[in-house]
């Protein structure tokens, strides 16, 4: 395994200046996101739920400009992409990145309102991100769509029927949008990360070992060891696969689902 740590690369040089919009960005992922496109030289805009993750990104990434917006609001969201039009005056990238867990228990003991605000954050927000895009890049003919699904997209996953199905449905949004945008000139991909380091996976691991009447390092060590690597990931991980896909490196590469994850086994 290589000793060079993924921090030492700062990604295509390709990508300078690109114009990029990301989804979910002030926390997780979306917050690997924002650091690797504004490192490398694009000019990043964001937007995320939390007002106060909002200003804090904008403070630790100053060339990054960020909104607060729902990504299940309609309004709200053509409000800010309005906004960031305005702001870029074009787009080249867009990660439709914002997303929930959702609950965790059986089928049978979630209510149906549960279902649908992890379906409507997952699948919903990624529909109203990426109809903005394909408007927007058919017309300019090219672009770079990325969508962050999730493994759970690889097979099912117990106690986590809205989150797998969700993630399943994003998959299936890239693969068809790549097949819809392609003669355009438009690459559309989805990113799907494994255990990703960080709050939200380890609430998860609260909720899901609660669920299970087990402890949360039971649950930590079934994560770790259902990998053939026996590791998490981190979010910076999940960053430098996108910069390559966003990049002219990856130009044909369009409507796969990759994954990001050490291997999990389990899902194969």
């Known amino acids: 395994m290589s000793d060079v740590s993924n921090d030492t690369w700062t990604g295509p040089a390709c990508l300078t200046g690109k114009r990029v919009f990301i989804t979910g960005g002030a926390a997780g992922i979306g917050a ?6 504004a490192k490398i030289g694009a000019r990043v805009a964001f937007c995320d739920i939390d007002e106060r993750a909002v200003v804090a990104m904008q403070a630790d990434v100053s060339s990054a400009r960020g909104w607060v917006a729902n990504v299940t609001d309609e309004a709200q969201m053509e409000t800010c992409l309005s906004a960031v039009l305005d702001h870029l005056g074009g787009i080249d990238i867009v990660c439709a990145n914002a997303g929930t867990g959702g609950p965790t ?5 979630l209510a149906y309102s549960d279902w649908m605000d992890c379906v409507q954050v997952n699948l919903g927000g990624a529909f109203l991100a990426c109809r903005w895009a ?21 097979g099912g996953f117990p106690n986590r029927t809205p989150y797998a199905s969700a993630k399943w449905g994003v998959v299936g949004l890239a693969k068809t949008l790549a097949s819809e945008l392609g003669a355009s000139g438009v690459r559309v991909n ?3 990360p494994g ?16 669920s299970r009447g087990v402890s949360v390092d039971v649950l930590r060590a079934e994560f770790t060891e259902g990998t053939a690597m026996k590791t998490f990931v981190e979010g910076q991980d999940i960053a430098d696969l996108a910069v390559f896909l966003a990049s002219s490196q990856a130009r044909y590469i369009s409507g796969q689902a990759i994954a990001v994850d050490g291997f999990t086994e389990s899902l194969v």
């Open 195 to 210: 255990s990703v380091s960080g709050d939200r996976i380890e609430a998860v691991m609260q909720r899901t070992a609660a």
């Open 32 to 37: 690997a996101l924002v650091r690797r496109f």
């Open 190 to 192: 989805a990113i799907l």
């Open 105 to 109: 228990g059986l089928i049978e003991d």
């Open 134 to 154: 394909a408007k927007l890049m058919r017309a300019q003919q090219g672009g770079v769509i990325l969508l962050t699904s999730s493994t759970a997209a690889l």
